[in-house]
């Protein structure tokens, strides 16, 4: 069937620091692939997407390269900051059939000043 | 501006109790979900609709049933609410199940259910 591995949080950085979050999937076929990010006391909204492989989608200083080879779209950040704080989630669509958001469990961003 | 609107955002209900939690969209989508959210578990889907009158079982269904009366507005519905419904529910909408790559979805704000 289809899943998301995503690491395990917390994370916690100091602002500006480089951050990586890991994202792995299984899947049938070529899903699409997201990141959904939640802030405090909100639902999820869309940060970046990826259609198929090699795209690299973008948003808000927020990277992720959809990796068919390693079944990978890990999200990267060069400087994070205090507002970046929030938890992230890595989530894929199939492409075929019914299209059903399959969800990771999430990661916890903290960043300090 | 687009919007995936939850009735309430805080709900405390006692055990047994039915319990009707409400999502509207305004974005005239096909398709709207609800998932429940726990800490460690990420979202798991309950039940989905693709259509008016149409729902499908989610990963997690039991105790739980859905109404979709109307495109716009789809319903979650605990017969009799247990204390291990505690949780965040997500309602979520995308706009076709015939809609090609990298479909979005639009979320609620989440209503957080305590049942004692």
């Known amino acids: 069937g289809n899943s998301v591995t995503q690491m395990e949080g917390p994370v916690t950085l100091s602002e500006e620091a480089f951050l990586t979050i890991n994202c792995t999937y299984t899947?049938?076929?070529?899903?699409?692939l997201f990141w959904y990010v939640q802030y405090p006391g909100e639902g999820l909204q869309l940060l970046l997407k990826?259609?198929?492989?090699?795209d690299k989608g973008s948003n808000k200083g927020f990277e992720a390269t959809y990796r068919k080879e390693t079944t990978s779209f890990h999200l990267e950040k060069g400087s994070v900051q205090v507002s970046d704080s929030a938890v992230y989630f890595c989530a894929l669509i199939r492409i075929t059939g019914f299209q059903k958001l399959v969800f990771g469990t999430g990661t916890r961003l903290l960043v300090s000043p | 501006d687009v919007k995936v609107t939850q009735s309430s955002r805080y709900l405390v209900k006692r055990t047994g109790e039915k319990v009707f939690l409400e999502c509207v969209q305004d974005m005239d989508h096909e398709n709207m979900f609800w998932y429940r959210q726990d800490p460690g578990l990420g979202l798991r889907l309950i039940y989905f609709s693709y259509d008016v009158k149409m729902k499908e079982k989610g990963d997690i269904p039991e105790g739980y049933s859905v109404s979709r009366e109307k495109k716009e507005r789809f319903s979650l519905i605990l017969e009799s609410a247990s204390t291990n419904q505690t949780s965040m529910y997500l309602c979520?909408?995308?706009?076709?199940?015939?809609?090609?790559?990298?479909?979005?979805?639009?979320f609620g704000q989440g209503t957080r259910l305590t049942v004692v």
């Open positions: 899947a049938t076929g070529y899903p699409s």
């Open positions: 990826a259609t198929k492989a090699d």
């Open positions: 979520a909408s995308t706009l076709s199940r015939l809609t090609g790559l990298g479909t979005e979805a639009f």
